[in-house]
């Protein structure tokens, strides 16, 4: 944190140096945010993919529980019918 407080101790000196700083915000916004927001499609596809990858595994690991339990019980009142 002191690398953060280093940069901004300048900051806000006066009402002039943060009104340009705002200006220069409004200003670079529009420009600097789709630019990130390009930069970090990739990798948020990437955790999709992970997440659909995850999820889709679970399913299969829930329904073949199922089974099992399923064969289980049509055992157990097997016997209980015997």
């Known amino acids: 944190m002191a690398l953060w407080g280093d940069m901004v101790e300048g900051l806000g000196g006066s009402l002039v140096s943060n009104l340009l700083i705002g200006a220069a915000v409004v200003v670079l916004a529009p420009i600097v945010v789709p ?9 948020a596809k ?14 299969a690991m829930v329904a ?3 089974e099992q339990v399923s064969d289980l019980v049509a055992e157990a009142r097997a016997e209980i019918a015997a």
């Open 46 to 59: 990437t955790l999709v993919k992970g997440g659909v990858l995850v999820y889709d595994k679970g399913r």
């Open 64 to 66: 073949e529980a199922g």
């Open 35 to 43: 630019a990130v927001l390009v930069a970090m499609r990739p990798v």
